[in-house]
């Protein structure tokens, strides 16, 4: 019989089980690579986001009360290290422009006509807010309660936000279908 995630967790708690948390690692790291792979779209740093997310939720396992799923107290973990190290990106940005006073080019190859469609370029499209709750409640599965829990947005911004970002998809899939 297979272990749920909570008798897991209170195997990491009651004798900080590394085999236990393993487990958990090996049931949710898909997801949650996955998750930040939409998010940040950089597969080596949504690997290390993802890895940092596992490390902090290992030392911080007794702030999982059970309240909700551990899924989505895992998926809350890895958002809040995609955020900060968003958040570290646009302070070393705005210290380069000062310093250089030049802008700096993104890097990203420009889009060519021939290219497939793409699910992460059309996600790119949209605002940071909409693509991560799309993420979360479309690639990740997570109710919309989940990810109002995981991003502390109130739920009727993260049903706007889902709903949104769904129309800006299908409106530029289409938009990319009748121009090929």
Same mark, same amino acid.
């Given at each position: 019989?297979?272990?749920?995630?909570?008798?897991?967790?209170? *195997?990491?708690?009651? !004798?900080?089980?590394?085999?236990?948390?393993?487990?958990? /690692? @090996?049931?949710?790291?898909? *997801? /949650?690579?996955?998750?930040?792979?939409?998010?940040?779209?950089?597969?080596? *740093? !949504?690997?290390?986001?993802? =890895?940092?997310?596992?490390?902090?939720?290992?030392?911080?396992?007794?702030?999982?009360?059970?309240?909700?799923?551990?899924?989505?107290?895992?998926? @809350?973990?890895?958002?809040?290290?995609?955020?900060?190290?968003?958040?570290? =990106? @646009?302070?070393? !940005? @705005?210290?380069?422009?000062?310093?250089?006073?030049? %802008?700096?080019?993104?890097?990203? %190859? %420009?889009?060519?006509?021939? =290219?497939?469609?793409?699910l992460d370029r059309a996600l790119?499209? #949209?605002?940071?807010?909409?693509?991560?709750?799309?993420?979360?409640?479309?690639?990740?599965? #997570?109710?919309?309660?989940?990810?109002?829990?995981?991003?502390?947005? %109130?739920?009727?911004? /993260?049903?706007?936000?889902?709903?949104?970002?769904?129309?800006? *998809?299908?409106?530029?899939?289409?938009?990319?279908?009748?121009?090929?």
């Open positions: 019989m297979k272990a749920s995630d909570e008798d897991l967790v209170a *195997l990491v708690l009651a !004798a900080r089980d590394r085999d236990a948390f393993g487990e958990l /690692v @090996r049931r949710h790291q898909a *997801l /949650v690579r996955a998750m930040l792979m939409r998010m940040c779209r950089n597969a080596a *740093l !949504a690997d290390d986001l993802a =890895q940092d997310a596992f490390i902090r939720a290992f030392n911080k396992i007794d702030g999982f009360k059970g309240d909700g799923s551990f899924k989505a107290w895992l998926c @809350r973990i890895a958002y809040t290290e995609f955020l900060m190290h968003a958040r570290k =990106q @646009r302070s070393a !940005a @705005r210290t380069a422009e000062a310093l250089a006073r030049e %802008p700096e080019e993104t890097g990203a %190859p %420009p889009a060519m006509a021939g =290219q497939s469609l793409d790119a499209t #949209l605002k940071e807010d909409e693509r991560v709750c799309v993420v979360l409640c479309y690639a990740n599965g #997570l109710t919309h309660s989940e990810a109002a829990e995981i991003t502390g947005l %109130p739920l009727g911004t /993260v049903k706007s936000h889902v709903n949104r970002g769904r129309d800006k *998809l299908k409106a530029w899939f289409e938009h990319r279908e009748m121009a090929a």
